[in-house]
Structures are given as structure tokens and as C-alpha cells.
């Protein structure tokens, strides 16, 4: 309901009526968000008066029962109660299916029950003292991407848990340029220097040269390998060996796989995820003027840097955002797959990606895509916003989705079914009697005493007949008795 139901119903209904849907599914998503704000369900209370009033003008009255009710009392709910992820029944549904698992003897599903606890509380406990084999107790998550060394520099931190085959690929020049230009302008530690190797094209350069970002895209990575190794031979304290790895070019050969797991997620490149079911080639980032970008993964490439470092990078395929391109309404991002953009910029570092999920968007066309975020379990986004020390860790906000309204498009809501011929049904009226103009034959007081005088005289009557009945059987039961005895003196 929160996520494929605003997708598909924007195909089948007007958009009167998928709007609506879309607003309730908005609701419910902020009810289930781990971090639940009280402004937020404030306001969402007074908005669900109107959703409801829209419902009202598309469904009929038989579709408005208790439940469809119960929806404007969750908000306070909510307020009252807390977050609802902690108060929900699906972790007691999914116990009680793995207590149905246990039984084998149909016969007696309470003993078989009952005999399967107690054996997967045992195992459990012996489970405790086993160190050297593998449980489920400690054995490592399923996209666990291990410990990874401390760096000095933030590009060396970007490493992942390798998956499937690995490949060298050769790269020409211009390829590994691009490349190596993302990692130094991606490095914060490395902020000064670009701003020095600036300074001087400005010096160098005439005053208003269009082109200064070019020229320091294609010379800073020499002049920067030129800039360490001169402080390197004079011993300069601020050239560490990360830092004189980082300057030196890498190889021309770089390794490339199939899939990794980056930070607890697993990412599959698009030439393996088309193969799959499942889908895991989908990624985002965050530009530097806060707006999103979205690609596909089509490579993943380690390059090898002097004394064993190296750096992960992810080569996407970006579409275009413009408006042309990418639209949002209702709080759906829906986006066309097939315009690709920034065919020149395609690297981004291996921790920058975040994973997002396509879902075929068939409002629009083939090449449209409703863009789906998502919150990994087990995953959690800690800022350093001095409150480290509360062990609560949320998901997501009730803020994150926007709730509104829309009641400009409510007077112009058909109800007439334009698929189908119109059909007149005239049901004549069965009973004529009904409809007397008469005042005199409706009831008055005094018929009202008369009857209750005649329904009372017909009880006496009813239970005097029961009374002589019952003396008719008694009088017939002494007869029957005084010849039995007559018959035992004979």
C-alpha cells in the first residue's frame, strides 16, 4: 500500500481519484515511519477529514465501514501510543508461523507444538558454548562487508567486500585521467591544494577565461604529483605516505567486478542485475547543491595506488533530472531510463552511493521509472549531533514525506463510467397501500390502548388453554394408573 499501490492505480483511474489513493498511501507512511513527529500527526489528523471527504465522492456508501473510520482515530493513536514499528502485530504473525512449522502430527498440533520449543530452546542453549562452530548466533550477516583499516585520507576508506569473478580491464589515458581527477577533487583532506592550483590559473590565466575549470580538470593531477614529491625531498612533516601514494598515478590495468557490498549493501552491475530477479543496480547521490541524481551501476573498479592502496570506484550511467525528464507529483519521482546524461563525469566513489529501486512507471511509457527509497534494516545513518549517547537509533522521519491535499480538482470529480452504455433501471413501486393520503387510517393513541387490551385478553385466553390442557394429561394419567393397579390385584 505504500509503495506499489500508488504506482499501479495511476494507470487505471482518473487522476482525480489516484490522487486521493496516493494521499492515504502518503499517510500511512508517515504513520510507520520509525521516527514519528507529533506536528506531523497534528497535522495529518486534520488532513485525513478532507482525504475522507474526497473517498466519500468517489465510493459508495457501502465501502465506508468501521475500518475506513478507524483511520481518523490512528493519528492520536499514534501521538498517544508512539512510534508504531514498536506496537505492530507482524512479529508475533511471523512467531506464529514458525510455531505452525513445528507440527508434523496433524493429530495433536498442540503436543507437536510444544515438543518443538522445547527442542529449539535446548539447541539454543548448547548453541551458547559453541565457539569454533558457526550459529546463527555468530555467524556474520548476509551482506557483512567486514572491518576495514583506519585511512588517513578519507578516498582510502572507500572500500567494499568484493563479489563474484574478478577482472582486469585495461583503460586508456583519457579513461584513468577522469578517474584520478574524481578521487583527488573528491578528497576533503586535499581541499587547500585546489584551491592553490586555482590561484595560480587565475594568476596565469587572463581574468574571465571560461575555460579555468577545464584547464584545472586536466592539469592538476600533474601539477599536484609535482607539488608532493618537491615537498617530499625537503622532508616537508605534512607529506605522509598515504598522501605520496595518493599524488602517483595508478595502474593502467584496474580489477573489476561483477558485484560488492558497500557498507552492509550489496550493489550488482546492470549486466548481471538484468539476469536476476531481484534488483540491486539502482544508486543516487547527493550533488553539492542538495539535488538527487540517479543512475544505473555499470561498473565496478578498483584502482591500485603505490604501497597496497587502493580505491573503489562505481562507474554509472546517469539519466537526465531535468523536467523533461524526471517528474515529481504526489510525492512520486517517476524518471525516464532511457535519456542519459554527464557521459563525461560517470565516477563516483564506492561510499557515496546510496541504493534506490526502479518500478516500472506504466502511467507514462516503457522508458518511465518510479524511483523507490528505501531504508535498509540494520542499517543506520549516525550524525554527530551530540546525541551519541541515546541508544535509540530511527530509520527514517514521519517529516521525510510531505502530506497535502488537494481540493482544487474536487467540484469536477464524474462518477459516470464513460467505458460502458448507460443503462436506465425504472423499478416500479409494489406496494400502492403504502402511500394513503387518509389521516384517518393512522393509528392514534386510543388504537394503540385497544390493541394492548386485545393482545392482553389473547394471553389469558392462551394461558388458560394451557391450563386445561395440562389437567386434561394429569386426569388422563390417573385413569392409566388406577387400571394398572386393577389389573396386578386381578
Not at 86 to 95: A, D, G, L, V
Not at 220 to 236: C, G, L, N, P, S
Not at 436 to 459: C, G
Request: with cysteine; proline share 3%; charged share 25%.
Amino acid at each position: 500500500m505504500q509503495r506499489l499501490l500508488p504506482v499501479g492505480c495511476r494507470s487505471l483511474v482518473t487522476k482525480n481519484i489516484w490522487s486521493t489513493i496516493v494521499e492515504l498511501c502518503t499517510f500511512f507512511k508517515q504513520l510507520c515511519a520509525s521516527t514519528v513527529n507529533v506536528s506531523d500527526m497534528v497535522e495529518a489528523q486534520k488532513q485525513l477529514v478532507l482525504i475522507l471527504c474526497k473517498l466519500e465522492r468517489i465510493f459508495p456508501p457501502a465501502f465506508f465501514d468501521i475500518m475506513i473510520h478507524l483511520v481518523l482515530h490512528l493519528p492520536e493513536e499514534a501521538i498517544l501510543g508512539g512510534p508504531v514499528h514498536m506496537r505492530w502485530m507482524y512479529p508475533f504473525e511471523r512467531y506464529l508461523k514458525r510455531l505452525k512449522d513445528y507440527v508434523r502430527n496433524v493429530a495433536k498440533p498442540e503436543g507437536s507444538i510444544a515438543e518443538g520449543y522445547v527442542v529449539d530452546e535446548a539447541l539454543t542453549f548448547c548453541s551458547r558454548y559453541f565457539d569454533d562452530v558457526e550459529t546463527r548466533f555468530n555467524r556474520p550477516d548476509r551482506n557483512d562487508d567486514g572491518i576495514h583499516p583506519t585511512r588517513q585520507l578519507s578516498v582510502f576508506e572507500s572500500q567494499c567486500k568484493p563479489l563474484g569473478k574478478q577482472s582486469y580491464v585495461e583503460l586508456d589515458k583519457n579513461y584513468r585521467d577522469k578517474a584520478e581527477f574524481y578521487i583527488l577533487n573528491n578528497s576533503p583532506e586535499l581541499e587547500p591544494y585546489l584551491n592553490e592550483h586555482k590561484q595560480e590559473l587565475h594568476v596565469r590565466l587572463r581574468e574571465g577565461c571560461d575555460n579555468i575549470n577545464e584547464v584545472h580538470r586536466t592539469e592538476f593531477t600533474a601539477w599536484f604529483f609535482e607539488k608532493i614529491y618537491a615537498m617530499h625531498r625537503m622532508q616537508a612533516p605534512e607529506v605522509t605516505t598515504e598522501l605520496l601514494s595518493l599524488s602517483s598515478k595508478t595502474n593502467m590495468v584496474v580489477s573489476s567486478y561483477p558485484a560488492c557490498i558497500v557498507n552492509g549493501v550489496r550493489f550488482v552491475t546492470h549486466d548481471r542485475d538484468v539476469r536476476l530477479r531481484t534488483q540491486n543496480s539502482g544508486v543516487s547521490v547527493l550533488g553539492t547543491g542538495q539535488e538527487m541524481f540517479y543512475g544505473q551501476l555499470q561498473e565496478i573498479l578498483e584502482f591500485s595506488y603505490l604501497n597496497g592502496f587502493s580505491v573503489i570506484l562505481f562507474r554509472c550511467k546517469w539519466f537526465k533530472c531535468d523536467s523533461k525528464h524526471m517528474v515529481t507529483e504526489n510525492n512520486i519521482t517517476s524518471i525516464d531510463i532511457n535519456g542519459e546524461a554527464y557521459k563525461d563525469d560517470q565516477f563516483i566513489l564506492a561510499s557515496q552511493a546510496k541504493q534506490v529501486f526502479y518500478v516500472a512507471d506504466p502511467s507514462r511509457g516503457p522508458n518511465w521509472c518510479v524511483v523507490q527509497h528505501v531504508k535498509h534494516r540494520s542499517i543506520w545513518d549516525i550524525t554527530d549531533d551530540g546525541l551519541s549517547d541515546i541508544d535509540l537509533l530511527q530509520h527514517n522521519s514521519s517529516s521525510n514525506f510531505t502530506l497535502f491535499v488537494d481540493l482544487g480538482n474536487l467540484q469536477e470529480i464524474n462518477l459516470l463510467r464513460r467505458d460502458q452504455d448507460v443503462i436506465l433501471i425504472v423499478q416500479p413501486v409494489t406496494n400502492a397501500s403504502r402511500h394513503v393520503t387518509d389521516d384517518s387510517s393512522f393509528l392514534n393513541d386510543a388504537d394503540e390502548v385497544e390493541l394492548s387490551d386485545e393482545e392482553d385478553d389473547s394471553v389469558e385466553e392462551y394461558a388458560d388453554e394451557e391450563t386445561d390442557a395440562e389437567n386434561d394429561i394429569d386426569t388422563e394419567e390417573d385413569d392409566d394408573d388406577r387400571s394398572y393397579h386393577a389389573s396386578d390385584s386381578d
